[in-house]
């Protein structure tokens, strides 16, 4: 793959778009902490959305290893483009799902006792805590290579790549875990 396909960079863009994508991770945050309180009475069921959470996070897990693939080994930026922007529209087809899941759905406890439930624990906390960081993370990291500021994004790239990797691989590993429990 050629330069070509490397955004010029545009620092008038990036500090035009850089505080819509804090306001708007700052809201994304605060609504996604807000769910436990709000709840919205509904005949339909939702509970099928944990299982579509559990496949979407799946299939977003391969697309971020295709995407390291087709980066590191392939060098083929265009295709690890596209493939960045459809996990990142995975992504946002998750956090709608999910706010319509929590705000409609009772919450499901873990129904296991012993050493398997501090393991369920251990991972839903990791899981939960670094959901919240990674979301601003993917925003930032994609404006920065959108905006042509590519060493910026490939340094926090570094970091933002295996946090996304855990919470969408443990997303489903908990969802398999919890899935007796519904």
Known sequence: MTLNNIPALNESLYKRLRPIALVFSIIVILMVASLRSI???TNISFIWLAGFHSTVNAITAIGLILAYYFIKIKK???RH???MILNIILSGVFLLSY???HITTPETKYCFEGNIRYLYFVLLATHIILAAIIMPMVIFTFLRAYTGFIPLHKKMARWAFPVWLYVAITGPILYLMLRPCM
Do not use: M, S
């Open 39 to 41: 709840h919205w009475e």
């Open 76 to 78: 083929d930026i265009k």
């Open 81 to 83: 483009k596209q493939l």
């Open 99 to 101: 706010v319509v899941y």
